[in-house]
Structure formats: structure tokens, C-alpha cells
């Protein structure tokens, strides 16, 4: 933690050999953050840059309390959501009891994916699902949260994340129909 310390403070003097190493040692894991949130490698790798300026922005505003990594991702996500927010339309509005009831897939369906068919079946979900089903299955965010920072109806953020669970669970059985699923498996908890 020292050592991590020391470069954050050097960060915040402006050094720039410790700003790239920072990068260097945190934009691996920050940009499969952003992955989960945009729909191609560009747009995951712009929300990342514009991410990374934010947070050598705000650096002097890091406390030194709780964990850095914890700091950066929440800056990460909220540059990813705001990116969303301003280029891309969200508002798939529908009241949760107007949405249409499609039961989920049972746990040994998504057992049995490949985590890349699974990655890419999450991105390939219109973005307003792929938003909701990440801040809260993902993040840990509540529903109102999720509205509040979407500026979506709360109800929207609940329907959202139903049919996008309903729409994987569809699309994972289709997948495991065909038996595509033999090799490496993803553990459902």
C-alpha cells in the first residue's frame, strides 16, 4: 500500500513517468470495466481515456481511505454511464408491470457457456439493459440509484434488468440447444 501511496502523491504533483505507471498498472482490469458497458473495443477503450482523465483530474481528491482501486472503478463507471447518457438512448421506458413476463433459464443453463459467448452475449444486449444488468447485478447498485443516475423511472431501471436477464436466459438456452457448450465452463454461484 505504501508504495501505491507514493504514486498517487506523485500523481498528484503532476509526475507524469508515475501517471503513465499508474495507468499502466490499472487500466487492464479498468478497461474490462468499460467493456461491460459499451458495445465495441473503441467505444470501451474511449470510456477508459476519458475515464483516466477524470481520475488524474480528481486525484487530489482521494482520501486515502478504503481502497484506491474501489475509487477509480466508481469514477470509471460513472465516466462509462455518462458517456452512455450522452450519446446513446437509454429510455427504453417500460412500467416493470406493463413488461412482459418471460421466466428465466435455470442456473445449470449458464453453467454450462464459455465465458467469452457469455461476455459477448451481455454486450451484444441494447445498451439500456446491458446499463442496468451491470450496475446492479454487477456493481451493487439499487434500482433507484440506477434511476437516479440514469435518469431513468425506477421501475424502467427494475424492467430493464427483467428483460435483460429474461433475453440472456433466451438466448443462452438457444446456445445450449445447439450443443455448442462442451469445453471450459463458467460456475454459476
Not at 37 to 57: C, H, K, P, T
Request: glycine share 4%; hydrophobic share 35%.
Amino acid at each position: 500500500m505504501r508504495d501505491e501511496t507514493s504514486l498517487i502523491q506523485a500523481c498528484i504533483k503532476q509526475n507524469r513517468a508515475a501517471q503513465q505507471k499508474l495507468y499502466e498498472l490499472h487500466a487492464p482490469k479498468m478497461l474490462g470495466v468499460c467493456f461491460r458497458y459499451a458495445s465495441s473495443r473503441e467505444e470501451a477503450e474511449d470510456m477508459l481515456q476519458e475515464g483516466f482523465i477524470r481520475v488524474f483530474q480528481k486525484l487530489d481528491t482521494f482520501r486515502f481511505q478504503g481502497s484506491f482501486e474501489g475509487w477509480l472503478r466508481r469514477i470509471i463507471v460513472n465516466t462509462a454511464i455518462n458517456i452512455i447518457r450522452k450519446y446513446q438512448n437509454l429510455k427504453y421506458e417500460c412500467d416493470i408491470d406493463s413488461a412482459q413476463y418471460t421466466p428465466a433459464a435455470s442456473g445449470d443453463v449458464i453453467a454450462s457457456m464459455y465465458t467469452k459467448e457469455v461476455i459477448d452475449m451481455v454486450r451484444d444486449l441494447p445498451n439500456g439493459y446491458r446499463t442496468v444488468l451491470n450496475l446492479y447485478a454487477i456493481e451493487g447498485y439499487s434500482h433507484k440509484e440506477i434511476a437516479d443516475m440514469l435518469g431513468i423511472n425506477e421501475s424502467s431501471s427494475r424492467s430493464q434488468y427483467t428483460r435483460a436477464k429474461a433475453l440472456l436466459a433466451k438466448r443462452l438456452e438457444k446456445i445450449e440447444s445447439f450443443g455448442i457448450t462442451e469445453h471450459v465452463k463458467v460456475s454459476h454461484p
